[in-house]
Structures are given as structure tokens and as C-alpha cells.
């Protein structure tokens, strides 16, 4: 596509219950971050793929998040037994990782899921 | 990992005025610095410094990086309503991730 598509834009949830969030990334694009923005702060690094593989999940903050990426392209954010600390906006961002050196350190973000836990 | 830390967090200035960002990284191997503009929810990418290009131009904005001091600024002239926006540093660590500033939110009002 032309763009990062992410959705929902918006979510809102319960406590306790599990959402799932989806990254479609530029097309051509095999390296896809996941980030988290909690209300003013920075973005937060949660994880990255190459491809279909997940070489550093180290900013996943608990067990109860998990994502994965298929066909190397779509990727899904699950957060289990949601808390209202994870209410935030969840940002994705996609890169190439062939052509111009410039190109290849540039990462292109989607507009985001909101995420509201009640 | 190293951190990035942004002043001031918050300013605000007429139309017309000149603003100076600030952005300071700590580092051992320094690979890119990156910064982006976020209006509404997704940030856009704005410039990308590296170590063989100090200094970069796009109309009224401008960015330097000063690796001795191990700081960039970004410099905005002529400031218009439509810069209004939270300014975000970034550094590349590790496997390409970004590590991020708290984001400077820059607000002009007419």
C-alpha cells in the first residue's frame, strides 16, 4: 500500500479482556517495529520483525503481549488480560531494508490504535 | 540503552518567531539521528543526520548535529500555525530500532 494502515484507529476495552491489534506495512517492507506512546511521553520500542521472525522482543513489557507477522507482511499485537497501564497509542512503522543506504534507516510510521482500557 | 532527552518539553510562540529544539544522546558507537514531526497520531519523518553529514536544510526547517557535544538542534524560521506539533529526536540502536525523546510539543499561535 501507500502507507503503514493500522487498525483499529480506536479501541476501547474492558479489563481483563484480550485485543488484538493489525500493522499492514508498506509493501516491499520486511523490517516492521511495534511502539508504544503512553499520554506524554516518548515513543517506547516493543518489538521487531525481519521478515516473519522476531530477533528483539525486548521491549515487550510483560508476558501478556505478544505479536506475530505472517506471509512477512501483516503483523498482529495481541495484549491478554488487558490492564488499564496498557492504555496508550500503539504505533507500527515499517522499512526497507534494500536501496539507498538513506532509505534503509528511515522508518515509516502508521497513525496508530488508541487503546482505552476501562 | 542509551538515552534521549529533549528541551524544553513544552513551548509556545507567536507566528513569525524563530525556534531552536534541542536534542541530546548519549552514545557509543553512533549510527543515525533521526527527527520526526507527530501532528495527530503518526509521526512523519523530517531528517536524518549521520556522521559524515552534519547539517541538514529543507526550507525553514534546518538541523544540526554536534557530535562533540553529542547533541543535535532543530530550527524552524518563520514559524506558521501548521508547524504546530510535538517534535520528536530519535536515535538508531541495535537492530535499526528507534530510541525516542519525550518529544518537545511546539505550539504557534497566530
Known amino acids: 500500500g501507500a502507507g503503514v494502515s493500522q487498525s483499529p484507529s480506536n479501541k476501547v476495552t474492558e479489563k481483563g479482556k484480550d485485543v488484538e491489534l493489525r500493522c499492514d506495512p508498506i509493501?516491499?517492507?520486511?523490517?516492521l517495529y511495534w511502539y508504544r506512546q503512553s499520554l506524554g511521553q516518548g515513543l517506547e520500542f516493543l518489538i521487531y520483525?525481519?521478515?516473519?521472525?522476531?530477533?528483539?522482543k525486548s521491549g515487550l513489557p510483560s508476558d501478556r503481549f505478544s505479536a506475530e507477522r505472517t506471509g512477512g507482511s501483516v503483523s498482529t499485537l495481541t495484549i491478554q488480560r488487558t490492564q488499564q497501564e496498557d492504555s496508550a497509542v500503539y504505533l507500527c512503522?515499517?522499512?526497507?531494508?534494500?536501496?539507498?543506504?538513506?532509505?534503509?534507516?528511515?522508518?515509516?510510521f502508521g497513525a496508530g490504535t488508541r487503546l482505552s482500557v476501562l | 540503552e542509551d538515552k534521549v532527552v529533549q528541551s524544553p518539553l513544552s513551548l509556545v510562540v507567536h507566528e513569525g518567531d524563530t525556534v531552536t529544539l534541542n536534542c541530546s544522546y548519549e552514545v557509543t558507537n553512533f549510527r543515525s539521528l533521526l527527527w520526526y514531526k507527530q501532528e495527530k497520531k503518526a509521526p512523519t519523518f523530517l531528517f536524518m543526520l549521520?556522521?559524515?553529514?552534519i547539517e541538514k536544510k529543507s526550507g525553514r526547517l534546518s538541523s544540526i548535529l554536534d557530535k562533540k557535544e553529542l547533541s543535535s538542534i532543530l530550527n524552524i524560521t518563520a514559524t506558521q500555525t501548521g508547524d504546530s506539533a510535538i517534535y520528536l529526536c530519535?536515535?538508531?540502536?541495535?537492530?535499526?530500532?528507534?530510541?525516542f525523546g519525550q518529544g518537545t510539543r511546539l505550539t504557534i499561535n497566530p
Open positions: 509493501s516491499g517492507h520486511t523490517a
Open positions: 520483525f525481519q521478515g516473519n521472525s522476531a530477533p528483539d
Open positions: 512503522a515499517s522499512r526497507a531494508i534494500q536501496g539507498a543506504s538513506k532509505a534503509k534507516n528511515i522508518q515509516y
Open positions: 530519535s536515535q538508531i540502536q541495535g537492530a535499526q530500532k528507534l530510541v
Open positions: 549521520t556522521s559524515s553529514g
